[in-house]
């Protein structure tokens, strides 16, 4: 029916949820059944998470090993995707550079929604003065630009994986403390939250035992998202020369510099490392998207 | 209403000041400064201690910093942001022509955004569950998922191969040469635009499948009005103030976060002009291209937010 308008969804829902299946297999078929989205994402994730798990076997050379006699080869059967103006095997890097990809978006998503969270739950529970005044200081870091504060965190602290984590997860922690606050405000006036407070427990308990865990919702979303944005920003600032250095095999690296000069002729140093970089995040947003339809009772998709 | 505004201007002082606090104190936590930036790059000029001494007492990087910091305070409440420490020129001299560039990118590539999200969204919610609705979904996925860099470099190299076109070196302002200047600014802009409408295309997508499932709709379609009317009289009205909102708040960021398009398109605008900033520690122009960057921020923020009670009745400020 062109141009109709979707029923109002109970009927449809009733319908559609059917019996659950018992056991994490059966689950595994519900989830591909009713998101076909996002089992496609869980997909993805998982061949980037094999790629880095097996890269030292599978990859057909040595990610570092230079080879002037095949500079800038075309895709062949010896390599299959190409090779760099240093003849170092594409595919190779490739595999390689799902490592850093996924170092530097688990290592800066979990940092970030970690102590956003805390913050965030904490300024709720407390409330009054000290939520204003961390609400304030939200506020600011709102309003500053993330891509200076990333810049300024890696030239304090120099390029390198593990401060390109820092320098992502810095801007992160604002925004998840701001998300996991509102969650939290509901969740301190629920009657558990009292009833532990009467029990006279400590307030480090409360947070972290009674309302974190209510919470987990939108933190799992944020976590997700933030995934896939982190690889994303990992591959800019490297791109730019700023996060992870040469000769580490990265995706935003790949794409810096020679793969921009020979582009016209060795075009395939441009295509497949930005291929890589758009399919990792795709997969992460994908399996997120689903994820927030899942969780998030209020997009609930029937 | 006028009450309203008055207070939400007057709340934007604190933001700025501590704006203000957060990038000087981290400028001046990056290690080195203006004088050895440009001893590394100019070799012999400045090699004794005595006259990097001298140079920095020109700057005023001798003082105290609570007297540096007042002095700029007192120059930005006159609306003087000083003078570049790397060029010596005045900062609005250096920013204007970049500021022109990116602004106006950043007007096309919302534009594009908005014009990509609102019908793409709402053929998603219409055809919510069929492949329509997944291959537009899949279609903003991908774009939130490409980095626009990357997109960048790709159109650059098809126009390379087939049209034998090289982004010009040169920027063309729009009131030189307007056709010149659209001709070099939609690539990047489509590349930006694309990746931004992708969360519009969502939020559209969302809001609509809610303001579908109101009760007047449902009243709407009872009365026998017809689909295409419904549509958009009804229910495209409710539910496009989200996605108005995202974008514009996209929009500060697209002012000052494009540096890697910059980058890839030859576009000397604001993003690149940060970098230069800080690899250069030229403290007074970074501090001044943050404080721009915050305000348009805010602003945008405020006039969403007067825009929200000025086209909702249900929304009344005190």
Redesign the interface.
């Known amino acids: 029916m062109p141009?109709?308008?979707?029923a109002?969804?109970t009927a449809e829902e009733l319908s559609r949820a059917g019996g659950p299946h018992a056991g994490w297999l059966g689950a595994t078929l519900d989830f591909v059944r009713q998101r076909?989205?996002g089992a496609v994402g869980a997909g993805i994730i998982l061949l980037m998470v094999a790629m880095a798990a097996t890269a030292g076997l599978v990859a057909p050379y040595d990610p570092l090993a230079t080879d002037y006699a095949s500079m800038l080869a075309a895709p062949s059967a010896e390599h299959w995707l190409g090779t760099d103006a240093y003849g170092r095997d594409v595919l190779t890097r490739i595999l390689y550079g799902s490592r850093t990809a996924l170092l530097v978006g688990l290592g800066a998503s979990f940092l970030g929604t970690t102590f956003g969270s805390l913050i965030g739950v904490a300024s709720a529970y407390f409330g009054g003065r000290i939520d204003l005044i961390v609400q304030?200081?939200m506020?600011?870091?709102?309003?500053?630009?993330?891509?200076?504060l990333a810049?300024?965190v890696v030239?304090?602290l120099g390029t390198g994986p593990e401060n390109v984590i820092l320098a992502i997860a810095a801007p992160m922690v604002p925004r998840c403390a701001r998300v996991v606050r509102a969650s939290a405000l509901a969740v301190r006036e629920m009657p558990y939250v009292d009833a532990a407070r009467a029990s006279g427990f400590g307030h480090q308990r409360i947070i972290l035992r009674h309302m974190l865990p209510n919470v987990m919702a939108p933190i799992l979303i944020m976590a997700t998202a933030f995934l896939?944005e982190a690889i994303?920003l990992e591959?800019?600032l490297s791109?730019?020369g700023?996060g992870v250095q040469e000769p580490t095999a990265a995706w935003?690296l790949m794409?810096r510099g020679a793969?921009?000069e020979f582009?016209?002729t060795a075009?395939w140093m441009?295509?497949f490392p930005?291929l890589a970089?758009?399919?990792?995040?795709?997969g992460f947003?994908?399996f997120g998207?689903s994820l927030r339809d899942a969780l998030d009772p209020?997009?609930r998709?029937q | 209403m006028g009450y309203y505004i008055l207070k939400r201007l007057l709340a934007m002082v604190?933001?700025?000041l501590?704006?203000a606090v957060?990038?000087f104190i981290?400028?001046r936590?990056?290690?080195g400064d203006v004088v050895e930036a440009r001893f590394l790059t100019q070799g012999s000029q400045f090699q004794s201690q005595e006259l990097m001494d001298i140079e920095r007492k020109k700057l005023g990087l001798d003082q105290p910093l609570w007297k540096q910091f007042t002095t700029w305070m007192a120059g930005l409440a006159r609306f003087d942001f000083g003078l570049s420490m790397w060029t010596g020129s005045p900062i609005t001299e250096e920013i204007k022509l970049r500021f022109a560039l990116s602004l106006q990118l950043a007007i096309m590539a919302s534009t594009i955004a908005t014009l990509l999200a609102i019908p793409l969204g709402i053929l998603a919610a219409?055809k919510?569950?069929t492949w329509v609705d997944?291959a537009v979904?899949?279609f903003s996925?991908?774009g939130?998922?490409?980095?626009s860099?990357?997109l960048g470099?790709?159109m650059?190299?098809t126009m390379?191969?087939v049209f034998k076109w090289v982004p010009p070196m040169v920027f063309t302002p729009f009131w030189v040469d307007p056709w010149q200047n659209l001709v070099q600014l939609i690539w990047p802009a489509l590349a930006v635009g694309y990746r931004y409408s992708a969360v519009g295309t969502?939020m559209m997508r969302?809001a609509m499948?809610?303001v579908?499932?109101e009760d007047y709709?449902?009243t709407a379609?009872a009365k026998g009005l017809w689909?295409?009317l419904?549509?958009s009289r009804h229910a495209l009205k409710n539910a496009i103030l989200p996605v108005l909102t995202i974008i514009s708040l996209e929009f500060?960021?697209l002012l000052?976060?494009l540096?890697?398009t910059e980058?890839?398109f030859n576009l000397n605008g604001l993003?690149m002009l940060?970098?230069e900033a800080?690899a250069r520690r030229d403290y007074t122009l970074?501090q001044a291209?943050?404080m721009l960057?915050?305000t348009v921020?805010?602003l945008v923020n405020f006039f969403v937010d007067i825009a929200y009670a000025w086209l909702d009745p249900r929304i009344r400020y005190r």
């Open positions: 141009g109709s308008i979707p109002s969804a076909p989205l304030r200081i506020d600011v870091f709102f309003a500053f630009p993330v891509i200076i810049l300024a030239a304090v896939g994303l591959a800019s791109f730019l700023l935003g794409l793969a921009v582009a016209e075009p441009a295509i930005g970089i758009s399919l990792g995040v795709f947003n994908l998207d209020r997009l998709t | 604190p933001t700025l501590g704006v957060l990038i981290l400028l936590v990056v290690p219409v919510q569950d997944y979904r899949v996925i991908a939130l998922a490409t980095p860099f990357w470099i790709l650059i190299l390379l191969i969502r969302s499948l809610e579908l499932r709709i449902r379609r689909t295409k419904i549509l500060a960021f000052g976060g540096v890697v980058q890839v993003g940060f970098v800080i970074t291209l943050v960057v915050a921020f805010l």
